[in-house]
T-cell receptor, first 112, second 115 residues
């Protein structure tokens, strides 16, 4: 089956720890994206990548880092510098400049 | 930055009723997308619109790309309980460069359907 996988579904961390969220796609899409969703709000773009070894900051990149070493993978690290990391994180991919974005199932991160 | 206003914020309807929601923008978009999100899941694409004035249907769903390219609406006919969820509009510009593929999302419409 083609699709986007995110793991784990739920993640718990202590404040001050870095944590890496996984996103893998087998859709052969060039572009991948990370969004953050808070309760009652829409999605906000954290980072995106158009091609391997290249990525751009989105609207709320502070406190986050990414890498794109493989076309299939776009991991997101939530660093200790992110002041309010508890949220629902969504990964998406698209196949071209005007192609639709398809989303993974999300990872709910709770930091205490 | 670009802003999308989605309304209504929430709707409570009876099964069988029709539903309408819309999004307006202060800026022009090249593409409008409508997504549905179930609790704790990722959004699922419902309809994509690429041309001003375009009217597209997907089963009981109908969406239109406004003539001004600054608005879009989604209609759901004869609602059923599984229509429950959050519906998001999203506008996309493809100006190239750093705007590549970026979506701007509305705040969402929470739909509740009473059997």
């Amino acid at each position: 089956d083609g699709g986007i996988t995110q793991s784990p579904k739920y993640l718990f961390r202590k404040e001050g720890q870095n944590v890496t969220l996984s996103c893998e796609q087998n859709l052969n899409h060039d572009a991948m994206y990370w969004y953050r969703q808070d309760p009652g709000q829409g999605l906000r773009l954290i980072y995106y990548s158009q091609i391997v070894n290249d990525f751009q900051k989105g609207d709320i990149a502070e406190g986050y880092s990414v890498s794109r070493e493989k076309k299939e993978s776009f991991p997101l690290t939530v660093t200790s510098a992110q002041k309010n990391p508890t949220a629902f994180y969504l990964c998406a991919s698209s196949g071209g400049q005007i192609d639709e974005q398809y989303f993974g199932p999300g990872t709910r991160l709770t930091v205490t | 930055g670009q802003q999308l206003n989605q309304s209504p914020q929430s709707m409570f309807i009876q099964e069988g009723e029709d539903v309408s929601m819309n999004c307006t923008s202060s800026s022009i978009f090249n593409t409008w997308l409508w997504y549905k999100q179930d609790p704790g899941e990722g959004p699922v694409l419902l309809i994509a619109l690429y041309k001003a004035g375009e009217l597209t249907s997907n089963g009981r769903l109908t969406a239109q790309f406004g003539i001004t390219r600054k608005d879009s609406f989604l209609n759901i006919s004869a609602s059923i309980p599984s229509d429950v969820g959050i519906y998001f509009c999203a506008g996309q510009t493809n100006a190239g460069g750093t705007s590549y593929g970026k979506l701007t999302f509305g705040q969402g419409t929470i739909l509740t359907v009473h059997p």
